[in-house]
């Protein structure tokens, strides 16, 4: 179970470590706004846009995994199937915001579909049959 909670300690770091490139593309435009931030970051074009889109994004899957992984954990479906998944659905994270930054539409969004498979397969994996 300690890998499940690891992925999920990850997925819930995610979306704090993504604000790093939003705020280097906010510092590229002269400065960082801290008085305004959202303002700021509604101006942003090209690699801040991206960089915007997947921290945002970031939140949006941990929205989804968390309750999965936490249903996994009350269910006691801990086994190695879940923790692959899970471990798998950290490595789709990473590499959907690399590719997000990168601007590769096509590959980030297979990669996103896996992603969101593994949290889906994760609720599946919990439901009584």
Known sequence: ???LIWCLFITILLPILSK???AYAQNKLGRY???NPRAQQATLTGFGARALAA????FESLILFAPALLLAIATNNTGSLIE???????????CYHILYLLNWG???SLVWFIGFGTTLAIVIQCLPI
Not at 85 to 90: D, F, G
């Open 106 to 108: 096509t590959l980030r």
């Open 84 to 94: 692959q998944l899970a471990i798998t659905h950290v490595i789709a994270r990473l």
């Open 55 to 58: 921290h945002q994004n970031a």
């Open 1 to 3: 179970m300690s890998i």
């Open 33 to 35: 706004d801290n008085n």
């Open 20 to 22: 790093g490139p939003v």
